[in-house]
């Protein structure tokens, strides 16, 4: 009766849903509301526009392609971009379906969290779904709520498997296809595969538990494999290996200084108020020997680890987001359970009341400050990439061959054949991706006409061109950056 009982109390009821629901929409609208009235309406990165390019053609011409016709394996998340599709068959892309489906992910990110607290933390039990609503509000995940990306959804993954491995009995099945799950979103899912073994084996001791994880595990991940051999002959996307080409220039600084400058990302916001509950519920783990949550945070240390080695954390750090929830829901258990310890001793009370106010205050004011960067990044893309994609499309002779490092916008808006001088729709490039002088030889063996960079990213082959165009955008001189720039290429 007791265990019923606890069960009964842990479920979120209608009202708990409805305000976590409201929460969430409009959290992301806010977001929305903010960019069109700083310019429009949009996305905050211009690879948002090479998931919609994929959905497109996948929707209205039945192909996984980039470029109409050429199939290719440019789409790092192949289950983000049919998601998309979705949104075109039903007349509702690019914009509403994918800020529709960016929502819906909010909600059940805060819905999986405040379900997770009430089932881990039995004297969690607030009228207001309160860590739900952290999470409806957090910045970084209200970012990518809007931004066109898998994020999201791989957060979501992660952090469901990782709760689901903090039951008594995991589902190894279950867990076997989440884990592929999360590599049909992003190829990093494949990390999940260390917490899952090591709970499964330590918790579970059975034979049958392991195989039933391969059995569940392999099914989805033998698919992915095959999918991206049938399109490129390589085992993973071609992005999992330009983006480590393209950054071989990071890789070299110190171990040190990269970890730092990654960490910076995760606490710049309420994490880092968060910070001494996920110590303390470090240390609790610890004592009671919950191998779960242990697993957890060595994944996500590790985590960290692997991609300040591989990557800057640039816009806002993104490839490090998907992390992100389940140490607000660590920091938030610690915190919680702290809270119930002290509950009558009035020292505490007043530290628990300053820590309240203080993590609500936070959480809301960097809403607003994410909002402003939202809004910005938005601009950003929209005054440059989108608008030198459509002045090409409308400018240059049908017949041009384009050369573009940023290929998403142009890819959705321009008609024109490209060569993707990033790698991830031709991927032979990727061996000589910062040579300038390989990359000359390429653009004129292949005929170029025209190129589009940023200046300062090929100095000596914008020196050897003739300019055609400017964007003008007004807001990337305010950030200290440069015009984008179509050249006329002259082959040599």
Known sequence: MATASTKSSAELDRR????????????????????????????PLDDSWIHLTYARNLALRGEWAFLPGVPSAGSTAPLWSALLAIGFLLRLGPYFWTYLLGGLLLFALAFVA????????????????????????????????????????????????LFLLMKPSPPPLTLGLLTALSVWVRPDGLTLLGPALLVLSLREKRVSSLTRFFIGFGLLFGLY??????????????????????????QTKPLL?????????????????????AVIWLVKSIRERDWAVLAGMIWFAGYILIYASRLPPYQHGRYLMPAMP???????????????????????????AVWAITLSLVTIGFWGLGARSYAQDVAYIETEMVAVAKWVDANLPSDALVAAHDIGALGFFDQHQLIDLAGLVSPEVIRFLRDETQLALYLDQRGADYLIAFPSLYPNLAARSEVVFS?????????????????????R
Do not use: D
């Open 257 to 277: 200084e990269r970890v730092s400058l990654s960490l910076l990302q995760i606490l710049t916001g309420p994490s880092f108020v968060l910070l001494p509950g």
């Open 326 to 352: 389940i140490f607000f829901l660590w920091g938030l258990l610690g915190m919680a359970r702290t809270v119930h310890k002290t509950a009558t001793r009035p020292g505490p009370r007043v530290m628990r």
């Open 471 to 491: 964007s003008q955008g007004f807001v990337a001189p305010s950030l200290g950056g440069e015009n984008l720039v179509v050249y006329r290429w002259k082959a």
């Open 114 to 161: 405040e379900s997770s607290a009430r089932r881990l933390l039995t004297t969690y039990r607030p009228r207001l779904p309160l860590i739900g609503l952290f999470f409806a509000l957090e910045w970084h995940l209200v970012w990518a709520a809007g931004s066109g990306m898998e994020t999201l959804l791989h957060a979501l993954v992660v952090t469901m498997i």
């Open 16 to 43: 708990a849903l409805l305000i976590l629901a409201a929460a969430s929409m409009l959290s992301l609208c806010g977001y929305l509301l903010v960019s069109a009235l700083t310019l429009r309406v949009g996305f």
């Open 225 to 250: 494999l095959l999918f991206n051999l049938m399109l490129s002959g390589s085992p993973f996307p071609n992005t999992f290996y330009a983006k480590q080409a393209e950054y071989a220039v990071w």
